[in-house]
T-cell receptor
Framework: ETGVTQSPTHLIKTRGQQVTLRCSSQ?????VSWYQQALGQGPQFIFQ???????GRGNFPPRFSGLQFPNYSSELNVNALELDDSALYLC????????????FGPGTRLLVL | GDSVTQMEGPVTLSEEAFLTINCTYT??????LFWYVQYPGEGLQLLLK?????DKGSNKGFEATYRKETTSFHLEKGSVQVSDSAVYFC????????????FGGGTRLMVKP
């Protein structure tokens, strides 16, 4: 059974650019959640995708958007990057949307210069 | 809204010492409570969980008891090892929040030989 994988592992962008991060969910999991973890802080929920639809969103602006594909993999897109977007972006998958244990990927570390 | 407060680190202990990391929470209803661990350069791993009051979660020698009366979920281990050095995150999931996790700020544990 393959765990949650994310790509790329590291990324450097400049302010104003756009970035796409990718996540492959664990086998059998149809729900993907994205979290932002700033340096020295706990992860913060961005949004969740279930069966290709957004199913809950945290306190993040619309320039943070996502997609989920029929194979349940997911993308996180961030437009008009700001310096404060520098963080570790974590993807977590689960077999359902409610009361299920989430399993996290290793994360993508984004640096915005 | 929901929130989780953890003791600030770093916590530095000698090998075989007793560990306690405090965690208190604010939430409506009866949330599920979790401890996640993050080893250097890795994503989050679920360490243990408890889903109702007085439940005790345990794994790898770590344990935590869900205390509704004190809204706490303190992490304990009787004898830490150097390999336990990591950042520990307390988290909750409210019944009305689907799969969204709310994390504390994390506590770094450093165990010296």
């Amino acid at each position: 059974e393959t765990g949650v994988t994310q790509s790329p592992t590291h990324l450097i962008k400049t302010r104003g650019q756009q970035v796409t991060l990718r996540c492959s969910s664990q086998s059998g999991h149809n729900t993907v959640s994205w979290y932002q973890q700033a340096l020295g802080q706990g992860p913060q929920f961005i949004f969740q995708y279930y069966r290709e639809e957004e199913n809950g969103r945290g306190n993040f602006p619309p320039r943070f958007s996502g997609l989920q594909f029929p194979n349940y993999s997911s993308e996180l897109n961030v437009n008009a990057l700001e310096l404060d977007d520098s963080a570790l972006y974590l993807c977590a998958s689960s077999p359902g949307t409610s009361q299920e244990t989430q399993y996290f990927g290793p994360g993508t570390r984004l640096l915005v210069l | 809204g929901d929130s989780v407060t953890q003791m600030e680190g770093p916590v530095t202990l000698s090998e075989e010492a007793f560990l306690t990391i405090n965690c208190t929470y604010t939430a409506t209803g009866y949330p599920s409570l979790f401890w996640y661990v993050q080893y250097p350069g890795e994503g989050l791993q679920l360490l243990l969980k408890a889903t109702k009051a007085d439940d005790k979660g345990s794994n790898k020698g770590f344990e935590a008891t869900y205390r509704k009366e004190t809204t706490s979920f303190h992490l304990e281990k009787g004898s830490v090892q150097v390999s336990d050095s990591a950042v520990y995150f307390c988290a909750l999931r409210s019944n009305n929040a689907g799969n969204m996790l709310t994390f504390g700020g994390g506590t770094r544990l450093m165990v010296k030989p």
